[in-house]
T-cell receptor
């Protein structure tokens, strides 16, 4: 079975602070993909990043960076110099398995991030 | 349009009535997914379509729930004899399918908010 845990339910920081959102996953499959999605107040889920289980290189995209560590089954997301527009609920998700139906996403419970001006 | 569209955006119904929710995926996307987002359960997978067939229906919560997809495009999720616990936001997503089945990110629609009175 697959499972994603986002232990931080809510985080509140002041603008320009750095913030890290934690994600821990469980799967017995050796091939899997990890995702982060953002859900702003408008409600629509926005894709941020996808990583596969064979690539542990960290990734940076502007103020966003992701740290993937198979040794700890974690895929953490850091926002540098946070801005009010970053306020949203962030979901970590896992896709794994060996059959075609494995494309379904298993989501964590989400972390509500509030950036205060 | 360029994105996934869903209709209606909001649906209020009385307990015991049937409802139909519609999803129009991104043009050319062969894979289509239904998820449900509720306060108590978070984001849950319901069903996955590849073309018109549904290789994974494992997330449908009861036999009151069914879905179909025609012409490899539009999908309809039907809930019969609605119950109050069916109240949630129903999200549709679509993705490309490639030879490497697990790679593709899913693009989500804005959702249908269902309220069962």
């Amino acid at each position: 079975a697959q499972k994603v845990t986002q232990a931080q339910t809510e985080i509140s920081v002041v603008e320009k602070e750095d913030v890290t959102l934690d994600c821990v996953y469980e799967t017995r499959d050796t091939t899997y993909y990890l995702f982060w999605y953002k859900q702003p107040p408008s409600g629509e889920l926005v894709f941020l990043i996808r990583r596969n289980s064979f690539d542990e290189q960290n990734e940076i995209s502007g103020r966003y960076s992701w740290n993937f560590q198979k040794s700890t089954s974690s895929f953490n997301f850091t926002i540098t110099a946070s801005q009010v527009v970053d306020s949203a609920v962030y979901f970590c998700a896992l896709s794994a398995g060996t059959i075609q139906g494995a494309q379904k996403l298993v989501f964590g419970q989400g972390t509500r991030l509030t950036i205060n001006p | 349009g360029a994105g996934v569209s869903q209709s209606p955006s909001n649906k209020v119904t009385e307990k015991g009535k049937d409802v139909e929710l519609r999803c129009d995926p991104i043009s050319g996307h062969t894979a289509l997914y239904w998820y449900r987002q509720s306060l108590g359960q978070g984001l849950e997978f319901l069903i996955y379509f590849q073309g018109n067939s549904a290789p994974d229906k494992s997330g449908l919560p009861s036999d009151r729930f069914s879905a179909e997809r025609t012409g490899g495009s539009v999908s309809t999720l039907t809930i019969q004899r609605t119950q109050q616990e069916d109240s949630a936001v129903y999200l549709c997503a679509s993705s490309r399918t490639s030879g490497r089945a697990y790679m593709n990110e899913q693009f989500f629609g804005p959702g249908t908010r269902l309220t069962v009175l």
